[in-house]
């Protein structure tokens, strides 16, 4: 694991790989149906932070577990 992201109710998304403006980030959630990819997240989310943050507010309903890069 490369960081760990804790969420607003104390849990964890365990963050893999490297981030880059040209990575595809895979989303695992707890329910296997919501699992999402993004593509093309731009230079300014250059740290895992900032990718925790920028997906979390595009899927606010998904139980977030795992992010990684690709």
Do not use: L
């Not at 964890?12 to 989303?27: L, P, Q």
């Amino acid at each position: 694991m490369d960081y760990q992201y804790k969420k607003s109710n104390g849990e964890f998304i365990h963050c893999y790989g490297e981030v880059s403006e040209d990575a595809n980030y895979f989303v695992s959630c707890y329910d296997e149906y919501q699992d999402a990819e993004f593509y093309g997240i731009d230079e300014k989310h250059n740290t895992w932070k900032r990718v925790c943050d920028h997906i979390i507010a595009q899927m606010p309903f998904c139980d977030i577990q795992q992010i990684e890069a690709g």
